[in-house]
T-cell receptor, first 114, second 117 residues
């Protein structure tokens, strides 16, 4: 099955700096890669996703890049703010359809220092 | 759009009792719902995939007789933890898929914190 690795487990940045979070996956058949943000005790919120037919997607301060050859994808947050502090999970789905399911990475705790 | 609710948001029960958790898609019909379990400071672990009108597909290591899943309509799935024990204490989160134009996107409910005494 799919295996998603996420490193490091924690990341601390100064407010205003950029943060980059990287994930790798093992199944070359994976074609859908979402990123979720989860604040303590709350639900995971989808912040951006990318499909394997594109290499990059951007939404305001957030961007995701995908390298299918190397099987890794990254989340980029620019101009970080304290409210960006949360746990971020990457995930991969090996195929579309009714029975496709997400495999999550272990998560990274991002701390933005004011 | 794409709102998913869960009820209850938290529950405390005695060991040996059963607890039912509801997951509802409020503004779309969800052909597929997923149930996850999350321990403190850990990732989301998929327990089962639930398709409306059919039996749930459980992940390896998840006891189907202990975690009963029913997906009776396109907007409601339920998870019943039977004969709960302290080790079942966890944060249970559902997600739903298939909002209009949503494709593979899963939208999560707010979670249910279960504490078994």
């Amino acid at each position: 099955g799919e295996n998603v690795e996420q490193h490091p487990s924690t990341l601390s940045v100064q407010e205003g700096d950029s943060a980059v979070i990287k994930c790798t996956y093992s199944d070359s058949a994976s074609n859908y890669f979402p990123w979720y943000k989860q604040e303590l005790g709350k639900r995971p919120q989808l912040i951006i996703d990318i499909r394997s037919n594109v290499g990059e997607k951007k939404d305001q301060r957030i961007a995701v890049t995908l390298n299918k050859t190397a099987k890794h994808f990254s989340l980029h947050i620019t101009e970080t703010q304290p409210e960006d502090s949360a746990v971020y999970f990457c995930a991969a789905s090996p195929h579309t359809g009714a029975n496709s399911k997400l495999t999550f990475g272990k998560g990274i705790t991002l701390s933005v220092r004011p | 759009g794409a709102v998913v609710s869960q009820h209850p948001s938290w529950v405390i029960c005695k060991s040996g009792t059963s607890v039912k958790i509801e997951c509802r898609s409020l503004d779309f019909q969800a052909t597929t719902m997923f149930w996850y379990r999350q321990f403190p400071k850990q990732s989301l672990m998929l327990m089962a995939t639930s398709n409306e009108g059919s039996k749930a597909t459980y992940e390896q290591g998840v006891e189907k007789d202990k975690f009963l899943i029913n997906h009776a309509s396109l907007t409601l799935s339920t998870l019943t933890v039977t004969s709960a024990h302290p080790e079942d204490s966890s944060f249970y989160i559902c997600s739903a898929r298939n909002p209009p134009g949503g494709g593979d996107t899963q939208y999560f409910g707010p979670g249910t914190r279960l504490t078994v005494l």
